[in-house]
C-alpha cells in the first residue's frame, strides 16, 4: 500500500513556473514508477511524466521540454517542475504510483493539487 500527498500548486501568471512535491509512504517507494497526470474540467485525466526507479522518464508530448519530472529514494518524494507555463496546463495535477509504462494508468493515487495558469 501507497499513500501519496501532494503539494506546491497554487495560481500563477503565463510563462511562470511552479514546483509539485509529492510525498509517498510505503518501504517499497525506490521500487515503483512514480508519475503525474492531471484533470482540465471537463475532460479526461490524462498523463503528464513518468519516472522508473533506473531512471527513464517518459513524458507527454503537450509538456515535453518544460516539465521535469524527478524523485529522491532517501526521502521517498516525487518532483514535477513545470516551466513556461501556459494557460492550457490549468489542470488538477495528481501523483500517481505504480504507473504502468506509457502511463496508461497507476495503482495508487494521491487526492491532487490545483494548479492554474492565468493569461
Known amino acids: 500500500q501507497v499513500h501519496l500527498v501532494e503539494s506546491g500548486g497554487g495560481l500563477v501568471q503565463a510563462g511562470g ?4 512535491s509529492c510525498a509517498a509512504s510505503g518501504r517499497t517507494f525506490s521500487s515503483y514508477a ?11 485525466r490524462e498523463f503528464v511524466a513518468r519516472d522508473w526507479s533506473g531512471g527513464t522518464r517518459n513524458y507527454a508530448d503537450s509538456v515535453k521540454g518544460r516539465f521535469t519530472i ?3 529514494n532517501a526521502k521517498n518524494m516525487v518532483y514535477l517542475q513545470m516551466n513556461s507555463l ?10 500517481a504510483a505504480n504507473v504502468a509504462y506509457g502511463g496508461g494508468g497507476a495503482d495508487y493515487w494521491g487526492q491532487g493539487t490545483q494548479v492554474t495558469v492565468s493569461s
Not at 513556473?17 to 509539485?20: I, N, V, Y
Not at 512514480?34 to 479526461?44: E, L
Open 17 to 20: 513556473s511552479l514546483r509539485l
Open 34 to 44: 512514480m508519475g503525474w497526470f492531471r484533470q482540465a474540467p471537463g475532460k479526461a
Open 70 to 72: 524527478s524523485r529522491d
Open 86 to 95: 501556459k494557460p492550457e496546463d490549468t489542470a488538477v495535477y495528481y501523483c
